[in-house]
């Protein structure tokens, strides 16, 4: 019972979104009125629990929440992302289980490194709890064409250089990191979105050494995927390169010291012409001794024939060449009737590879020869590729046959040709 004036009146201790019905009567001399006014009406849910980012990529953010606590009423969930960039910008979750468990809910086409503030609220009929709300960010999209400058590696530094994101992504800044696990976790360098894409290291490396740097954009204090790329620098020269050579046989003996102060797995020696070359596998300078070694062989002869001549083609071996020596004869004859010919190296400079191309002239038609070249410098010889091959037979016959077939006569012309090329060796 109320008195006449206690409008408006609070009903207290309801539960939170309980659907209830109040009915208000009149009331004389103890009696209800025959007729009463009454009224629906639905209580605010409690909010949800907390809620954390569960997965996040470039354009998608999975959020996963507590249900509200203490128990109360309600159906389901309303989740809402601003700005609203999503197909689907508000998501209604349907509340699973009693007591209910933690709920998700996915937003997808977002824009990369975007801050997005997300709510979830709980709903009962047509009232809804107050937010939970939280600012979440997508991953930033990673930087483009990240690269070395192989013109700036040096035994103790490099330079690295990239580009802006492709596509539409939202970034205040760059991370650059190098990879130098020898000297505890690697220290971040920042560039500002509008300064230049680019920066050299120069410090605290080791010649030698490789090194994997690491580029990042980051949005807030959100990092993209990284881009990678690894850098070897400039070993040192080797020290003290000397080599002795034996006079009988040609043959160099090379002996260097290794600079301590770089790190290289293996040596490299190049021989051209009258130079050694020691270096490490990649090279910031050479270290070269004069030395007489003998020149590169021919290799690779492809011979061209026909009845008294073979052409012998094959490409320019590197290094000096002064000349080429070829010698020929028939297969089984006597060492004094071998006939031979010298043929001018030519330059050394840009001719490597070309073809170079031997006439051996007035040989005897359908004979096997053994052909043997080799290339000298400074009185020294290379080793002997030799090959034979048979000169082309001529003309075996040339017949004509005369048959007598009614009005018609048929005239065959039988040409037989033959010759063989062994194998190079």
């Given at each position: 019972?109320?008195?006449?004036?206690?409008?408006?009146?609070?009903?207290?201790?309801?539960?939170?979104?309980?659907?209830?019905?109040?009915?208000?009567?009149?009331?004389?001399?103890?009696?209800?009125?025959?007729?009463?006014?009454?009224?629906?009406?639905?209580?605010?849910?409690?909010?949800?629990?907390?809620?954390?980012?569960?997965?996040?990529?470039?354009?998608?953010?999975?959020?996963?929440?507590?249900?509200?606590?203490?128990?109360?009423?309600?159906?389901?969930?309303?989740?809402?992302?601003?700005?609203?960039?999503?197909?689907?910008?508000?998501?209604?979750?349907?509340?699973?289980?009693?007591?209910?468990?933690?709920?998700?809910?996915?937003?997808?086409?977002?824009?990369?490194?975007?801050?997005?503030?997300?709510?979830?609220?709980?709903?009962?009929?047509?009232?809804?709890?107050?937010?939970?709300?939280?600012?979440?960010?997508?991953?930033?999209?990673?930087?483009?064409?990240?690269?070395?400058?192989?013109?700036?590696?040096?035994?103790?530094?490099?330079?690295?250089?990239?580009?802006?994101?492709?596509?539409?992504?939202?970034?205040?800044?760059?991370?650059?990191?190098?990879?130098?696990?020898?000297?505890?976790?690697?220290?971040?360098?920042?560039?500002?979105?509008?300064?230049?894409?680019?920066?050299?290291?120069?410090?605290?490396?080791?010649?030698?050494?490789?090194?994997?740097?690491?580029?990042?954009?980051?949005?807030?204090?959100?990092?993209?995927?990284?881009?990678?790329?690894?850098?070897?620098?400039?070993?040192?020269?080797?020290?003290?390169?000397?080599?002795?050579?034996?006079?009988?046989?040609?043959?160099?003996?090379?002996?260097?010291?290794?600079?301590?102060?770089?790190?290289?797995?293996?040596?490299?020696?190049?021989?051209?012409?009258?130079?050694?070359?020691?270096?490490?596998?990649?090279?910031?300078?050479?270290?070269?001794?004069?030395?007489?070694?003998?020149?590169?062989?021919?290799?690779?002869?492809?011979?061209?024939?026909?009845?008294?001549?073979?052409?012998?083609?094959?490409?320019?071996?590197?290094?000096?060449?002064?000349?080429?020596?070829?010698?020929?004869?028939?297969?089984?004859?006597?060492?004094?009737?071998?006939?031979?010919?010298?043929?001018?190296?030519?330059?050394?400079?840009?001719?490597?590879?070309?073809?170079?191309?031997?006439?051996?002239?007035?040989?005897?038609?359908?004979?096997?020869?053994?052909?043997?070249?080799?290339?000298?410098?400074?009185?020294?010889?290379?080793?002997?590729?030799?090959?034979?091959?048979?000169?082309?037979?001529?003309?075996a016959s040339k017949l004509r046959f005369l048959l007598h077939f009614s009005m018609y006569i048929l005239f065959f012309t039988y040409l037989f040709i033959y010759f063989c090329i062994d194998k190079i060796t």
């Amino acid at each position: 019972m109320l008195p006449d004036n206690a409008s408006p009146y609070t009903l207290r201790d309801l539960t939170p979104g309980g659907t209830y019905q109040v009915q208000l009567f009149t009331v004389y001399d103890n009696k209800e009125s025959a007729v009463y006014v009454s009224r629906n009406f639905t209580t605010k849910p409690n909010t949800p629990g907390k809620f954390i980012v569960w997965f996040r990529n470039e354009t998608t953010l999975l959020v996963l929440w507590q249900p509200s606590y203490p128990a109360n009423i309600y159906t389901h969930y309303k989740v809402s992302i601003d700005p609203e960039d999503a197909p689907e910008s508000v998501l209604y979750v349907e509340k699973d289980g009693d007591p209910p468990g933690p709920a998700q809910a996915a937003f997808k086409g977002l824009v990369p490194g975007r801050a997005y503030n997300i709510s979830v609220q709980t709903v009962s009929d047509l009232e809804t709890s107050f937010p939970t709300k939280a600012q979440y960010r997508t991953i930033p999209l990673r930087p483009f064409s990240f690269t070395v400058d192989k013109n700036s590696v040096t035994s103790n530094s490099f330079k690295v250089t990239w580009e802006p994101p492709k596509g539409l992504s939202e970034f205040d800044k760059y991370q650059i990191m190098i990879n130098i696990r020898r000297q505890g976790p690697p220290v971040p360098v920042f560039r500002n979105r509008d300064e230049p894409t680019e920066w050299e290291f120069h410090e605290n490396l080791e010649a030698g050494r490789t090194y994997q740097v690491l580029a990042k954009t980051v949005s807030g204090k959100v990092t993209s995927w990284p881009a990678t790329v690894n850098v070897t620098l400039k070993p040192l020269p080797v020290r003290d390169l000397q080599s002795v050579v034996d006079e009988h046989t040609g043959d160099v003996t090379v002996t260097w010291v290794p600079d301590n102060a770089s790190y290289q797995e293996i040596y490299k020696l190049a021989l051209s012409g009258t130079h050694v070359t020691v270096t490490s596998p990649v090279c910031s300078s050479t270290t070269d001794c004069k030395s007489r070694t003998g020149p590169n062989p021919v290799t690779s002869i492809a011979p061209l024939i026909d009845s008294t001549n073979v052409t012998l083609e094959f490409p320019r071996p590197e290094g000096r060449i002064e000349w080429f020596v070829i010698t020929w004869a028939e297969l089984g004859v006597e060492e004094e009737n071998v006939r031979s010919k010298n043929m001018s190296g030519g330059s050394t400079i840009g001719e490597e590879g070309r073809s170079v191309r031997a006439l051996v002239e007035d040989l005897m038609p359908g004979v096997k020869y053994r052909f043997e070249i080799h290339t000298t410098s400074y009185h020294l010889d290379s080793d002997i590729t030799s090959l034979t091959a048979r000169t082309s037979t001529l003309l075996a016959s040339k017949l004509r046959f005369l048959l007598h077939f009614s009005m018609y006569i048929l005239f065959f012309t039988y040409l037989f040709i033959y010759f063989c090329i062994d194998k190079i060796t």
